[in-house]
């Protein structure tokens, strides 16, 4: 199964609509055939699905902010879905 991500939702449906589809809550699902022989899904990213988890979950004394906490670099960045991104994003 393939995953395509277009900018917007209306340059996928343009893009999907060449195939047998079944559209859902913030995807598109391409139906098996020659092309995309197992199907594919069709996402778009309406700007970051993706964003950076808040400091206070890598360090709860980053949740207030001070002088002395800064700067805040955690030892690996970590990221979350966005929570109004949820339907565009599948695991």
Same mark, same amino acid.
């Not at 699905?49 to 002088?67: F, G, Q, R, V």
């Not at 700067?71 to 879905?81: A, E, K, L, N, T």
């Given at each position: 199964m393939q995953?395509?991500?277009?900018?917007?939702?209306? *340059?996928?449906?343009?893009l999907a609509s060449v195939f047998k589809n079944k559209k859902a809550q913030g995807y598109i699902e391409i139906l098996p055939n020659e092309i995309f022989p197992d199907g594919a899904f069709m996402t778009w990213a309406i700007g970051h699905l993706c964003e950076l988890i808040p400091p206070e979950k890598y360090n709860p004394a980053w949740?207030?902010? #001070?002088? @002395?906490?800064?700067?805040?670099?955690?030892?690996? /960045? *970590?990221? *979350? %879905? @966005?929570? %109004?991104?949820?339907?565009? /994003?599948? #695991?």
């Amino acid at each position: 199964m393939q995953l395509i991500i277009t900018e917007k939702p209306d *340059q996928a449906r343009a893009l999907a609509s060449v195939f047998k589809n079944k559209k859902a809550q913030g995807y598109i699902e391409i139906l098996p055939n020659e092309i995309f022989p197992d199907g594919a899904f069709m996402t778009w990213a309406i700007g970051h699905l993706c964003e950076l988890i808040p400091p206070e979950k890598y360090n709860p004394a980053w949740k207030k902010w #001070s002088l @002395s906490t800064l700067p805040m670099i955690p030892i690996q /960045f *970590q990221y *979350q %879905v @966005s929570k %109004v991104k949820q339907n565009n /994003f599948r #695991s």
